[in-house]
C-alpha cells in the first residue's frame, strides 16, 4: 500500500518561500507511469492543481503558478518537494501530496493515492 506524507512548516512570512517535502513509502517514486503531484485547497474553496513531476523525473505546472512554483526529486529518498516563493496571504492553504497515473489528473478519483495534508498559513 503506497502512502504519502507531507512535512514542512505551518506558518511561512509573506514574501518568503513555502518549502514542503512529501516522502512516499510503499512504493518507489520511479515507478512507472505515475504521475507525483501538489493540490492544495484554500480555506472555502475547491482543490487546485499547482504541479507534478513525473516518475522519469519530467515536471508540469499550472500555468496560474508556473512563475512561482518548482518541483523536485530525491529518488534516494524517495520524496518529492514543492517551493512556493513570494507567498501572500492568498497562498494560505492545505497542502497535499497525490499520485496519479496521469500527467493530465485534474479531479480527486483521477488520484490514485494521497497524502492527510498540511496546513500552511502565509502571515507575518
Known amino acids: 500500500q503506497v502512502q504519502l506524507q507531507e512535512s514542512g512548516p505551518d506558518l511561512v512570512k509573506p514574501s518568503q518561500t513555502l518549502s514542503l517535502t512529501c516522502t512516499v513509502s510503499?512504493?518507489?517514486?520511479?515507478?512507472?507511469?505515475?504521475?507525483w503531484s501538489w493540490i492544495r485547497q484554500p480555506p472555502g474553496k475547491g482543490l487546485e492543481f499547482m504541479g507534478a513531476?513525473?516518475?522519469?523525473?519530467?515536471?508540469y505546472y499550472s500555468p496560474s503558478l508556473k512563475s512561482r512554483t518548482s518541483i523536485s526529486r530525491d529518488t534516494s529518498k524517495n520524496q518529492f518537494s514543492l517551493q512556493l516563493s513570494s507567498v501572500t496571504p492568498e497562498d494560505t492553504a492545505v497542502y497535499y501530496c497525490?499520485?496519479?497515473?496521469?500527467?493530465?489528473?485534474?479531479?480527486?478519483?483521477?488520484?490514485?493515492?494521497w497524502g492527510q495534508g498540511t496546513q500552511v498559513t502565509v502571515s507575518s
Open positions: 497525490a499520485a496519479s497515473l496521469s500527467a493530465i489528473a485534474r479531479k480527486v478519483e483521477d488520484y490514485a493515492y
Open positions: 513531476i513525473a516518475y522519469e523525473g519530467s515536471s
Open positions: 510503499g512504493g518507489s517514486i520511479t515507478t512507472s507511469y505515475y504521475y
